[in-house]
């Protein structure tokens, strides 16, 4: 089974997750400063081929009504220029409550306010790859 790759889109920073061989935990693997769409993506190719991935999920930052705003159409465009570049299955699902849980995840770990704001892109793609591999299991077993 290949590993599954997470983006937490960001417009400073991408945040990286990746599955275990078995699809089923997910593991922070760091950011990517953002540094130009073709640095980006290149980043992200040389990501997918180390971890030899077969799709990459990227977090769909929707409003909380459902509704498409500016981050979600940033995100929307980043996924159709990347689509073009890398031969790769991708798929973007909606992220509305992972920063947010991931900000919890942090006060009860009393990082720093620094600390927090260094280190959520991570968790946050941490989470979404979390929450995918969680459904798709479900959809497997039900």
């Given at each position: 089974?290949?590993r599954?790759?997470?983006?937490d889109?960001?417009?400073k920073r991408?945040g990286v997750?990746?599955s ?5 935990i997910?593991?922070?693997v ?9 640095n ?5 190719r040389?990501l997918?081929e180390?971890h030899?991935?077969a ?14 705003g ?5 995100a ?7 689509k ?14 992972t920063t ?17 704001k ?12 979390q929450n ?7 959809k497997?077993t039900?």
């Amino acid at each position: 089974m290949q590993r599954i790759l997470a983006l937490d889109f960001g417009e400073k920073r991408i945040g990286v997750a990746v599955s275990d061989a078995l699809n089923i935990i997910a593991q922070s693997v760091g950011t990517i400063e953002r540094k130009g769409i073709k640095n980006d993506i290149k980043n992200i190719r040389d990501l997918v081929e180390e971890h030899d991935a077969a799709k990459l999920i990227v977090g769909l930052p929707l409003n909380m009504n459902g509704t498409e705003g500016k981050s979600a159409n940033l995100a929307i465009d980043f996924v159709n220029e990347l689509k073009k570049e890398i031969n790769i299955r991708v798929e973007m699902i909606d992220e509305r409550l992972t920063t947010a849980q991931g900000e919890r995840i942090f006060l009860e770990a009393d990082l720093s306010r620094k600390k927090r704001k260094k280190n959520i892109d991570k968790i946050a793609a941490q989470l979404i790859l979390q929450n995918y591999l969680d459904s798709y299991k479900h959809k497997k077993t039900s």
